[in-house]
């Protein structure tokens, strides 16, 4: 049968290419005309490990007085990155003690940022991976070895290898979302040999990505992640120690309601959900699910659209339109089942390293305070029964 209700896709028009894919091109390291947020930045490591990032932001009367006509994009994106932190970094200075309220020095421009980019005022996964990191050398590709971050909370080597663990697979799916792109354009044309050589391209990158996660122990302990760099990115919703949210002072749309808001998770990188609608892999209804979906307001709209628009691509019986094409010719192209199989697995692969490193890195964990808890995750649900359950259901989309 000829697929309908098929756009053809391309990258480029959501802002996401086949060499780097969701990450942009290099970030912006410092912000023009901005000393006093520049500074913050800077200094937020160290003000943190004493303790007065709210003392120091307390003691400004403005930290970006007005956004300048003149940013771009990318300025944007530098100036959320370094609200983000700051903000999370006043919240959490003493984890047991969180701060209920924002001072509108920080809240103000930190709402108006957030909205031009059209997310919430939280920190973020776009922020704290996406648009965080800069090549050593700017001639050499983006790699484990040339990569650091470019705004830390306490700095150190389990921080920084967490996080750049997150860059370079989000590098590496580039290759792979326009694998799966050439795949779904290939079966809506009724093209097996486009299909096919599309899915060797993103079992290609799958492979690297499952590669790269695999690396996570080698310099970030799961003792020090839980109690010195996961404290930092929880937010204010579902969370027992600001269980009202948090007041953004002087943020007239808020109309001094406290907001709640999940915490930073890489629940909010757009890959996984990709592969899910790309490679048609289905997941029945449970409180993960209804997270999962509460995540996508955390990404950046241009990806946000991008995984509608995998989503909408269905055949003429409403099948997701890859995994239509496929199973509809599995009895006679049994390349293209194989190819398909591996895909699927890959994806399973990289769930269950995932399941173990919840298990190890937060589940496992000693919790000490209310506010790190160990049987949730950042986002603020309970999470092992049902990532398993998600990795189950990975592994029947190839028991046909």
């Known amino acids: 049968m000829r697929p309908t209700n098929v756009t053809p896709l391309n990258l480029s028009n959501y802002d996401i290419s086949p060499e780097q894919g969701f990450l942009p091109s290099d970030p912006l390291e410092q912000l023009p005309d901005s000393p006093m947020l520049n500074h913050l930045g800077h200094e937020l490591p160290k003000l943190l490990s004493a303790r007065m990032v709210r003392q120091?932001?307390?003691?400004?009367?403005?930290?970006?007085?007005?956004?300048?006509?003149?940013?771009?994009?990318?300025?944007?994106?530098?100036?959320?990155?370094?609200?983000?932190?700051?903000?999370h970094a006043y919240v959490w200075e003493v984890p047991d003690q969180p701060a209920a309220t924002l001072p509108s020095q920080l809240?103000?421009?930190?709402?108006?940022?957030?909205?031009?980019?059209?997310?919430?005022?939280?920190?973020?996964?776009?922020?704290?991976?996406?648009?965080?990191?800069?090549?050593?050398?700017?001639?050499?590709?983006?790699?484990?070895?040339?990569?650091?971050?470019?705004?830390?909370?306490?700095?150190?080597?389990?921080?920084?290898?967490?996080?750049?663990?997150?860059?370079?697979?989000?590098?590496?799916?580039?290759?792979?979302?326009?694998?799966?792109?050439?795949?779904?354009?290939?079966?809506?044309?009724?093209?097996?040999?486009?299909?096919?050589?599309?899915?060797q391209s993103l079992a290609a990158a799958q492979t690297a990505m499952r590669d790269t996660l695999l690396r996570m122990k080698e310099r970030c302990d799961p003792y020090m992640y839980y109690n010195r760099v996961r404290p930092y990115i929880h937010a204010w919703k579902n969370n027992p120690t600001l269980p009202h949210g948090l007041v953004y002072e002087g943020v007239g749309a808020y109309a001094g309601q406290p907001q709640q808001f999940r915490g930073e998770t890489g629940a909010q990188s757009s890959i996984v959900p990709c592969l899910d609608a790309g490679l048609g892999i289905s997941h029945a209804p449970d409180p993960l699910t209804v997270y999962l979906q509460e995540m996508r307001e955390y990404m950046p709209p241009q990806h946000q659209a991008f995984l509608r628009a995998i989503e909408q691509a269905t055949d003429e019986k409403g099948r997701p339109l890859l995994a239509g094409y496929i199973r509809d010719r599995k009895s006679h192209n049994s390349e293209l089942w194989n190819a398909y199989g591996t895909c699927v697995?890959?994806?399973?692969?990289?769930?269950?390293?995932?399941?173990?490193y919840a298990d190890s890195y937060i589940h496992r964990q000693h919790q000490i305070h209310a506010s790190n808890p160990s049987a949730v995750g950042t986002g603020g649900t309970p999470f092992m029964a049902y990532l398993q359950k998600h990795l189950d259901e990975t592994k029947r989309g190839i028991v046909d």
């Open 345 to 356: 697995d890959l994806l399973a692969q990289f769930r269950d390293i995932h399941v173990g």
């Open 56 to 87: 120091f932001i307390d003691g400004q009367r403005q930290l970006l007085p007005s956004i300048p006509a003149t940013w771009r994009d990318q300025d944007y994106r530098a100036a959320m990155r370094i609200l983000s932190f700051a903000g």
């Open 107 to 199: 809240a103000q421009p930190w709402y108006d940022v957030a909205l031009k980019l059209g997310r919430p005022p939280v920190l973020s996964y776009a922020s704290y991976a996406l648009d965080n990191w800069r090549r050593l050398d700017p001639t050499k590709p983006i790699q484990l070895d040339n990569i650091v971050l470019l705004q830390n909370f306490l700095g150190g080597l389990d921080e920084e290898w967490f996080v750049v663990i997150h860059v370079q697979i989000e590098r590496q799916a580039g290759p792979g979302l326009a694998g799966l792109i050439r795949a779904i354009n290939g079966a809506a044309g009724d093209k097996p040999d486009e299909v096919l050589a599309g899915l």
